[in-house]
């Protein structure tokens, strides 16, 4: 089955608000075997709904679209839709029930007029009854089997009507003819540019063939998502497995691990096999590498502490470098990450310890150490491994990519020889 999205709403496109529903849409039709071949996002304005809506119905039959149920004037998309498909807007005596029930148990009783409008529904449409909010969803056919789908924008509503009403009817609609998935797999990658990694992958991406392969890079590296289009499940299953496989091989030391993996989940098992306990000491990431370990449950059998060193008088204080080391070669510098290091094994007790030191701008930069200048350390034991960088991006972009060095720094130390 292939259909198209259509995602609603003027802070769309003003950038105020990111379009993840109709990522999640993309994810959870995919895995059911749903091809999206289009996604458009429009305003809130009759006149675009309708054009976008009728558009994806003449190319397809079928569209989802998201926004524009609410009970204010610039919620739309329940009329336009009705009009398309040439049917009134009946009265729904039980969802009235239902809503007025709701603001009732809420206690926020008389129910506004305004919400009795989510009542009327285009005539014939099946409801999708929506427990975590007033509008609910909507499933409208015709003879000519064009299908719309229209669910509330709110991305928690969204999420559970497809989950409990929408994937099922997907799945039944399609049930007659052959299981044929969309499904992808990712094979994570850091510490490598994409054109680097690229060089690596080029003399086996025909090869995996019939699957396509893309490369997604961010602030913390570049993923392989490589994709299997309307295959059978274990066809595609099977191609998949051997494709993650090969790029993983040929990514060798850059890869880490596979489709959402934390690097420093992978970074707090390895120190669990070894028996080391961890402590950070930062500077500029300003406690992100902390932040990226603690985020993971159960890091505290492993994590011990970490201190945000960002004046020189606390890296003297709390971590004891020398203040002839700062003197000498500066906060920024192999000299001083290395006694950060050091100096975070001796205030936590700990056998094992990540620093970070840098420049993350705007301001502060020199020839000798622009902007995007860290230095990172990594010890284990008595083994300290130094590493200097300089970073592409804005403060916020430096500052996510040390972190996320820092901890691939420690995993490559604690990887098996």
Wanted: proline share 6%; glycine share 10%; charged share 25%.
């Amino acid at each position: 089955m292939k259909l198209e999205i259509v995602t609603i709403g003027t802070e769309l496109l003003l950038g105020y608000t990111l379009d993840s529903n109709g990522a999640e849409l993309g994810r959870a039709l995919a895995a059911a075997g749903v091809e999206v071949v289009r996604r458009t996002s429009v305003a809130d304005r009759p006149e675009l709904i309708r054009e976008a809506i009728r558009d994806a119905l003449e190319r397809t039959g079928a569209v989802i679209t998201t926004g524009g149920l609410g009970p204010t004037s610039d919620d739309m998309t329940k009329t336009v839709v009705a009009a398309l498909f040439g049917r009134p807007l009946v009265l729904d005596a039980a969802l009235l029930a239902a809503l007025e029930a709701r603001f009732q148990r809420m206690g926020r009783w008389p129910m506004p007029v305004a919400n009795r409008g989510q009542a009327e529904v285009p005539a014939g449409a099946t409801v999708l009854p929506n427990p975590r909010g007033t509008a609910p969803g909507l499933w409208l056919e015709d003879a000519r089997g064009r299908l719309a789908v229209l669910l509330p924008g709110v991305p928690r509503e969204m999420r559970g009507l497809v989950v409990d009403e929408v994937l099922p009817r997907l799945i039944e609609r399609t049930a007659a003819a052959p299981r044929r998935v969309i499904r992808s797999r990712t094979v994570r990658t850091t510490g490598i540019p994409e054109s680097a990694l690229a060089e690596r992958v080029g003399p086996i991406e025909t090869t995996l063939a019939p699957l396509t392969l893309a490369y997604l890079p961010s602030v913390y590296g570049v993923d392989l998502r490589v994709t299997a289009w309307d295959l059978g499940p274990e066809e595609a299953e099977a191609l998949l497995d051997a494709a993650g496989r090969r790029l993983a091989q040929v990514a060798g030391e850059h890869y880490y691990g596979d489709e959402d993996t934390d690097l420093a989940a992978v970074v707090l098992d390895a120190l669990r096999k070894g028996r080391h306990r961890l402590g950070v000491a930062e500077s500029c990431t300003g406690g992100m590498v902390a932040e990226r370990v603690t985020n993971i449950p159960g890091s505290s059998d492993t994590f011990i502490g970490g201190v945000v060193a960002y004046a020189d008088v606390i890296k003297t204080a709390a971590l004891k470098v020398p203040l002839e080391t700062l003197a000498a070669h500066g906060a920024v510098s192999e000299a001083t990450v290395r006694a950060m290091a050091e100096g975070a094994q001796r205030l936590f007790s700990v056998d094992s310890s990540i620093a970070v030191t840098g420049i993350a701008g705007p301001g502060g930069g020199t020839p000798e150490k622009p902007v995007g200048t860290v230095w990172l350390a990594a010890r284990v034991h008595t083994d300290t491994r130094v590493v200097h960088r300089v970073f592409p991006g804005d403060r916020d972009e430096i500052r996510r990519r040390a972190a996320q060095a820092a901890l691939d720094l420690l995993r490559r130390q604690l990887a098996p020889a």
